[in-house]
C-alpha cells in the first residue's frame, strides 16, 4: 500500500487568508486526485492532475502536481467560510483503487 | 439515478447482530468500492468489485465482512456478528474504471454498534 502523507491535519485559518495544502508519498502516481468532504456527506472530487508539473485552477483554488509525480500541493486564495470541510488527497497507480491520504481539515472562521 | 445511493443512511445495531448496507452505483460504472472511514482515520479501502467479480478482498478487515454485487449493479456490504469497533461510515463508489481512475463517492453509511 502507498502512503500518501497529508500536512497539516488541522488548519484553523480566518476568511481572507492564504493556505497551502500537502500531500506527499515516496510512490509514483499515474494520477493524483483532490477531493472535498463535508460532513455528513461523501468526498466530492475538486481536481485530477495527471501530467508531471501540471497546474490547474478552480476559482480560487490552485492544484499542482510534483514534476516526479509523487507529491501534490492544494493553494486557496483569500479563503472562504464556504471552503471549510476536510480535504482528501488521493493517489492511482497501476491498481483499481485509488489510496487515500487522512486528510486535513479547515475551518475557515468569519 | 443520478448518483451512487447508499441506505441506510444511518444504523444503530447492537453488539452481535448482522448488518446490510446497500449501496446502488452511478448507472454504467464497471467498477465498485466499498471503503470505511472511522474518525481520524482517512478512508480505509476494503473491497473492489469489477462487474460482479471481486479481483481483490484483502482490506476486509476480518471474516465477518463480505460483500457481493448483483447484475453488475447493487451491491451488499454484510457484517456477521458486529464489534463496537465496526463503528464507522462505509463509503461506496463507483467509476467507468478508465484512466484517470475518477471515482464517485455516495453520501456513506453510518454505523454505530452499541
Known amino acids: 500500500t502507498q502512503l500518501l502523507e497529508q500536512s497539516p491535519q488541522f488548519l484553523s485559518i480566518q476568511e481572507g487568508e492564504n493556505l497551502t495544502v500537502y500531500c506527499n508519498s515516496s510512490s509514483v502516481f499515474s494520477s493524483l486526485q483532490w477531493y472535498r468532504q463535508e460532513p455528513g456527506e461523501g468526498p466530492v472530487l475538486l481536481v485530477t492532475?495527471?501530467?508531471?508539473?501540471e497546474v490547474k485552477k478552480l476559482k480560487r483554488l490552485t492544484f499542482q502536481f510534483g514534476d516526479a509525480r509523487k507529491d501534490s500541493s492544494l493553494h486557496i486564495t483569500a479563503a472562504q467560510p464556504g471552503d471549510t470541510g476536510l480535504y482528501l488527497c488521493a493517489g492511482e497507480n497501476s491498481g483499481y483503487a485509488l489510496n487515500f491520504g487522512k486528510g486535513t481539515s479547515l475551518l475557515v472562521t468569519p | 439515478g443520478a448518483g451512487v445511493s447508499q441506505s441506510p443512511s444511518n444504523k444503530v445495531t447492537e453488539k452481535g447482530k448482522d448488518v446490510e448496507l446497500r449501496c446502488d452505483p452511478i448507472s454504467g460504472h464497471t467498477a465498485l468500492y466499498w471503503y470505511r472511514q472511522s474518525l481520524g482515520q482517512g478512508l480505509e479501502f476494503l473491497i473492489y468489485?469489477?462487474?460482479?467479480?471481486?479481483?481483490?478482498k484483502s482490506g476486509l478487515p476480518s471474516d465477518r465482512f463480505s460483500a457481493e454485487r448483483t447484475g453488475g449493479s447493487v451491491s451488499t456490504l454484510t457484517i456477521q456478528r458486529t464489534q463496537q469497533e465496526d463503528s464507522a461510515v462505509y463509503l461506496c463508489?463507483?467509476?467507468?474504471?478508465?484512466?484517470?481512475?475518477?471515482?464517485?463517492f455516495g453520501e456513506g453509511s453510518w454505523l454505530t454498534v452499541v
Open positions: 492532475v495527471v501530467t508531471g508539473g
Open positions: 468489485f469489477q462487474g460482479n467479480s471481486a479481483p481483490d
Open positions: 463508489a463507483s467509476s467507468k474504471r478508465r484512466s484517470p481512475n475518477t471515482i464517485y
